[in-house]
């Protein structure tokens, strides 16, 4: 009896050991392949409730994108602070930080935050995506999911657990916002921790596989923006191609990144005023400017983009080679006030712009070829992670016979983008840990080259 007794024990402690290893993990994977779904068919339902007024209504973007602006920048500010932009600086700042940082950005409120203000902002047909947040919303769930440890557990392991939550969340995110696992463990390798750890991989691969299977067993076995085909030929001029995509796009998303970091340097004092004294007006400013491209545009540039590169794959529309230019004016507009959402979709509607455009120059070569080392060139250029931006291409399209094109597209484009600005992602995230202000408005970010000691409200 006593043996039997200390056998069913030893079994009750291995299995409890399984379950703080694994169990939450699992659990906190399910839940972000839940949240990332019905978050994704919100953000789906709010840019079609916008198309819908203002393809009756062609003046109603102009009143409806100010106010929006307005109103999203005083929720942000008033109620949400650090939901701001993609999320993904707040989760690189978290996970390079030992204090208390995670409790800010990751809790509860900014999760919630998250999905109602970037559904605001895209329901107004600001020039957002989705997939940043929904890493931002997977770190959050799952770092919260710490609270279902033993105090002493989370007393002995703390900072580690919970930075493994939130890591394993994050990547789960990005895999089910693409449908792209393989993307999930390389952006968080490349991205946000700059390093491989053993220890880390299991649970990280694990929680992937969860949310993958969620996402999944919800939506299909589908592909992001589904497959090309290049044929079994390569055409003659694709190394010209490829360094020609490369550097405009190196050049362009490098541009973007430097506009962002460098506000001080290009905006009038009176408009820097503005957007430090009356942030709320500022909001409704940018909206304003986004609603008049956006019509310029024939609504081409509102939301994230995903319609008009999914179109222009399948050879479906000829957007003009103003196309990129207006969609990046349209995205740093959306950005400057700090409205929540994300930058990879609008960056792959960029990229394939600029595809789309040099198709004018290289007519003998497949569009669909042309477009996609145009998008990777782009989010290259953006996120400075080529490794993750091609991978996160080849997924998105079936694009495997073009791989050796599309990682040499990426090298060139990250590598020029280096010449305008560090990388994005990197140095926002450096201004998430200073004091806060404890204030109903949040004052604008400082710049990154020399930042006062002030919290972070972009971004």
Same mark, same amino acid.
Not at 370 to 392: E, N
């Given at each position: 009896m006593h043996i039997r007794n200390l056998i069913d024990r030893r079994a009750l402690l291995r299995g409890r050991r399984l379950w703080l290893h694994y169990g939450v993990f699992w659990l906190g994977a399910i839940a972000t392949g839940l949240v990332a779904v019905a978050y994704a068919k919100l953000i789906d339902l709010g840019y079609a409730s916008f198309?819908?007024? +203002?393809? /009756?209504?062609?003046? &109603?973007?102009?009143? *409806?994108?100010? #106010?929006?602006? =307005?109103? @999203?920048?005083?929720?942000?500010?008033?109620?949400?602070?650090?939901?701001?932009?993609?999320?993904?600086?707040?989760?690189?700042?978290?996970?390079?930080?030992?204090?208390?940082?995670?409790?800010?950005?990751?809790?509860?409120?900014?999760?919630?935050?998250?999905?109602?203000?970037?559904?605001?902002?895209?329901?107004?047909?600001?020039?957002?995506?989705?997939?940043?947040?929904?890493?931002h919303v997977g770190a959050?769930?799952?770092?919260?999911?710490?609270?279902?440890?033993?105090?002493?557990?989370? +007393?002995? /392991?703390?900072?580690? &657990?919970?930075?493994? *939550?939130?890591? #394993?969340?994050? =990547?789960? @995110?990005?895999?089910?916002?693409?449908?792209?696992?393989?993307?999930?463990?390389?952006?968080?390798?490349?991205?946000?921790?700059?390093?491989?750890?053993?220890?880390?991989?299991?649970?990280?691969?694990?929680?992937?596989?969860?949310?993958?299977?969620?996402?999944?067993?919800?939506?299909?076995?589908?592909?992001?923006?589904?497959?090309?085909?290049?044929?079994?030929?390569?055409?003659?001029?694709?190394?010209?191609?490829?360094?020609?995509?490369?550097?405009?796009?190196?050049?362009?998303?490098?541009?973007f990144c430097w506009i962002l970091l460098n506000t001080h340097r290009w905006m009038p004092s009176s408009v820097l005023a503005l957007r430090s004294d009356r942030p709320v007006a500022f909001g409704a400013a940018c909206g304003l400017i986004i609603a008049v491209i956006g019509m310029a545009s024939g609504g081409h540039t509102f939301g994230s983009g995903y319609a008009e590169?999914?179109?222009m794959l399948e050879g479906r529309a000829q957007l003009g080679a103003a196309y990129p230019v207006l969609k990046m004016a349209s995205m740093v507009g959306s950005y400057l006030p700090g409205a929540p959402g994300g930058l990879f979709a609008p960056s792959l509607a960029i990229g394939a712009g600029i595809g789309n455009a040099l198709h004018l120059l290289f007519g003998q070569m497949q569009l669909p070829m042309l477009i996609a080392l145009g998008m990777v060139g782009y989010l290259a250029a953006v996120t400075q992670s080529p490794i993750t931006a091609f991978v996160i291409v080849i997924e998105m399209i079936n694009g495997h016979a073009l791989v050796i094109s599309l990682m040499a597209t990426a090298l060139i484009a990250s590598q020029v983008s280096k010449l305008f600005a560090p990388a994005l992602y990197e140095a926002l995230s450096e201004r998430y840990g200073r004091p806060v202000v404890t204030s109903d408005v949040v004052p604008p970010t400082p710049t990154a080259e020399s930042p006062p000691v002030r919290p972070p409200g972009q971004y």
């Amino acid at each position: 009896m006593h043996i039997r007794n200390l056998i069913d024990r030893r079994a009750l402690l291995r299995g409890r050991r399984l379950w703080l290893h694994y169990g939450v993990f699992w659990l906190g994977a399910i839940a972000t392949g839940l949240v990332a779904v019905a978050y994704a068919k919100l953000i789906d339902l709010g840019y079609a409730s916008f198309l819908h007024y +203002a393809t /009756r209504y062609w003046w &109603l973007p102009l009143p *409806l994108t100010s #106010a929006i602006g =307005a109103l @999203g920048v005083w929720l942000t500010r008033r109620y949400f602070p650090g939901s701001e932009g993609s999320g993904i600086p707040q989760v690189i700042a978290t996970l390079h930080e030992n204090g208390n940082l995670a409790l800010r950005l990751l809790s509860i409120r900014i999760l919630i935050g998250k999905i109602a203000l970037s559904f605001l902002s895209i329901l107004g047909g600001f020039t957002i995506g989705r997939e940043g947040p929904t890493i931002h919303v997977g770190a959050a769930l799952m770092f919260n999911l710490r609270r279902f440890y033993p105090k002493r557990f989370r +007393a002995i /392991r703390g900072a580690e &657990l919970e930075r493994r *939550l939130a890591l #394993a969340g994050a =990547a789960a @995110g990005l895999s089910a916002a693409f449908n792209a696992p393989l993307a999930g463990v390389v952006f968080a390798i490349e991205e946000l921790t700059r390093s491989f750890e053993q220890r880390t991989s299991g649970v990280l691969i694990t929680a992937i596989i969860f949310a993958g299977i969620v996402s999944l067993g919800l939506q299909g076995n589908y592909t992001y923006f589904g497959t090309i085909d290049v044929g079994p030929r390569f055409p003659d001029l694709l190394v010209v191609a490829v360094v020609l995509i490369g550097a405009i796009s190196g050049v362009a998303g490098g541009i973007f990144c430097w506009i962002l970091l460098n506000t001080h340097r290009w905006m009038p004092s009176s408009v820097l005023a503005l957007r430090s004294d009356r942030p709320v007006a500022f909001g409704a400013a940018c909206g304003l400017i986004i609603a008049v491209i956006g019509m310029a545009s024939g609504g081409h540039t509102f939301g994230s983009g995903y319609a008009e590169a999914r179109a222009m794959l399948e050879g479906r529309a000829q957007l003009g080679a103003a196309y990129p230019v207006l969609k990046m004016a349209s995205m740093v507009g959306s950005y400057l006030p700090g409205a929540p959402g994300g930058l990879f979709a609008p960056s792959l509607a960029i990229g394939a712009g600029i595809g789309n455009a040099l198709h004018l120059l290289f007519g003998q070569m497949q569009l669909p070829m042309l477009i996609a080392l145009g998008m990777v060139g782009y989010l290259a250029a953006v996120t400075q992670s080529p490794i993750t931006a091609f991978v996160i291409v080849i997924e998105m399209i079936n694009g495997h016979a073009l791989v050796i094109s599309l990682m040499a597209t990426a090298l060139i484009a990250s590598q020029v983008s280096k010449l305008f600005a560090p990388a994005l992602y990197e140095a926002l995230s450096e201004r998430y840990g200073r004091p806060v202000v404890t204030s109903d408005v949040v004052p604008p970010t400082p710049t990154a080259e020399s930042p006062p000691v002030r919290p972070p409200g972009q971004y």
